[in-house]
């Protein structure tokens, strides 16, 4: 779809891009043309994967714990002494845990919303006010979750998920001045190492529930994400598009 050189030049920031989703869309930029910085908690998973990503171009990486503004002002700083500027970030890093509501304990609920909402913010407003505003150009992409009709089995997750489309909303519109385009990508059930922390009874027939009777991909989402990320969506802003293979409009997941 894309020319090989598409995002040549360009300089590409991916929270969570040392495994699963964020590994995949960080390999697709760098397939493109981009310069890639990979983010996340632990150095020995971006160590070994900036070393297999780096066979396609150049990849660098920065430990960053998303839930810690100090930890994100050193992302920022990391990119400006490589770069200097900064095109795209895409903000993927996120966690959560299978719970009916009346069993999250409120350090559980804390730790979600803190990861999911509060540190999507931190990275936005921080790397945003480090380079998009001043430089009058910038493009974030938020991959959140299927929240279409709520989240059951994991109501913190999905409070925090929507917020998060919502800040997306507001963000495009306030700023648009800025020529910044804000999106998210909300991907349905993608197989892919997220999958492994859930246990097998919730796992089994997960597919019949969706419509094409398949799980997504990290390369779904990860061509999705650089097609909003491209100059083909160059008049898409505030959108979530929804990656789901049609699960969000029928199919029940979570059993009452």
């Known amino acids: 779809m894309f020319q090989k050189d598409i995002f040549k030049g360009q300089k590409v920031v991916v929270t969570g891009g040392g495994s699963g989703i964020g590994y995949t869309t960080a390999k697709h930029f760098l397939q493109y043309g981009a310069e890639v910085l990979i983010a996340s908690r632990k150095e020995e998973k971006l160590i070994k994967a900036q070393t297999e990503l780096q066979e396609f171009g150049v990849c660098e990486y920065q430990v960053c714990d998303i839930r810690e503004v100090e930890s994100v002002e050193l992302l920022a700083e990391k990119v400006k002494s490589l770069w200097g500027s900064l095109d795209i ?57 299927n929240v279409f009709r709520g989240f059951p089995g994991m109501a913190h997750t999905g409070a925090a998920r929507a917020g ?93």
Request: no cysteine.
């Open 89 to 145: 970030l895409i903000n993927n890093a996120g966690g959560q845990f299978p719970s009916r509501a009346e069993d999250i304990k409120i350090k559980g609920w804390n730790a979600v919303i803190n990861n999911n909402l509060n540190g999507t913010w931190y990275v936005s407003q921080i790397l945003a006010k480090a380079f998009f505003i001043p430089q009058k150009s910038g493009n974030i992409i938020n991959i959140i979750a």
């Open 164 to 256: 998060v489309d919502n800040l997306t909303k507001s963000l495009a519109v306030e700023w648009s001045p800025y020529q910044i385009r804000v999106n998210a990508v909300a991907p349905g059930i993608i197989k892919s190492t997220g999958l492994e922390q859930y246990p097998d009874e919730i796992l089994k027939g997960l597919s019949d529930q969706i419509p094409l009777k398949t799980l997504g991909s990290t390369e779904d989402v990860a061509n999705l994400t650089t097609f909003l990320a491209s100059p083909m969506a160059k008049f898409i802003t505030g959108e979530t598009v929804y990656l789901d293979g049609g699960q969000r409009l029928w199919g029940d997941v979570f059993k009452v």
